[in-house]
């Protein structure tokens, strides 16, 4: 089976740094992806990691370790409309496009 | 481009009645992906078409759905007799070339 693991919730303050983890334990792997969902919205697209390393993205970077099955988002200079839920998701077969999501990390930032 | 559109955006029904839901994905793309998202289960995905044709229906949850993808599109997915228990919001994607799936904004579905 798929299993990926995150913390349900985070909270921070604005102007912060926080980082969401995500480990997971699937019959393939060939790419962890994040998404972010506000409540009543639809998940949108943040970020794709299929090698080990950092990725850069303005505010949003996001990190794998493939030989450890873990990757982390980091959202830097966290601004209020960061609340929202994070999805970490892993593409299990190179011949499918298909992604099995995790639980998901429910972010909130306080003033 | 008006992005992955859905109908209806709201759904009230009672426990028995047919349910479609519908799905236009972005032009160009050539896979689609029906996700079902509960507080208890998350976002589990229900199946996926490549080019029109269904790849995986494993996490179709049994025999009262189901789903077509008559041309690129066009995709709808059907629950027949619907039960209080199919309560959620369904979300269709859509995916080109790149890694991103571009979601719909979701049709919230409730059984009564």
């Known amino acids: 089976g798929q299993s990926l693991e995150q913390p349900s919730e985070v909270t921070a303050v604005e102007g912060a740094i926080v980082q969401i983890n995500c480990t997971y334990q699937?019959?393939?792997?060939?790419?962890l992806s994040w998404y972010q969902q506000h409540d009543g919205g639809a998940p949108t697209f943040l970020s794709y990691?299929?090698?080990?390393g950092l990725e850069e993205t303005g505010r949003f970077s996001s990190f794998l370790s493939r030989s450890d099955s873990y990757g982390y988002l980091l959202l830097q200079e966290l601004q209020m409309k960061d609340s929202a839920s994070y999805f970490c998701?892993?593409?299990?077969?190179?011949?499918?496009?298909?992604?099995?999501f995790g639980s998901g990390t429910r972010l909130q930032v306080q003033p | 481009d008006a992005g992955v559109i859905q109908s209806p955006r709201h759904e009230v029904t009672e426990m028995g009645q047919e349910v479609t839901l519908r799905c236009k994905p972005i032009?160009?793309?050539?896979?689609l992906f029906w996700y079902r998202q509960t507080m208890m289960r998350g976002l589990e995905l229900l199946i996926y078409?490549?080019?029109?044709?269904?790849?995986?229906d494993s996490g179709m949850p049994e025999d009262r759905f189901s789903a077509k993808m008559p041309n690129a599109s066009f995709s709808t997915l059907k629950i027949q007799p619907s039960e209080p228990r199919d309560s959620a919001v369904y979300f269709c994607?859509?995916?080109?070339?790149?890694?991103?799936?571009?979601f719909g904004p979701g049709t919230r579905l409730t059984v009564t």
């Open positions: 998701a892993v593409r299990v077969d190179t011949g499918r496009r298909a992604l099995t």
């Open positions: 990691n299929a090698l080990d």
């Open positions: 699937t019959s393939g792997f060939y790419g």
């Open positions: 032009s160009g793309h050539n896979s």
């Open positions: 994607a859509s995916n080109g070339d790149s890694y991103e799936q571009y």
């Open positions: 078409f490549n080019n029109n044709v269904p790849i995986d």
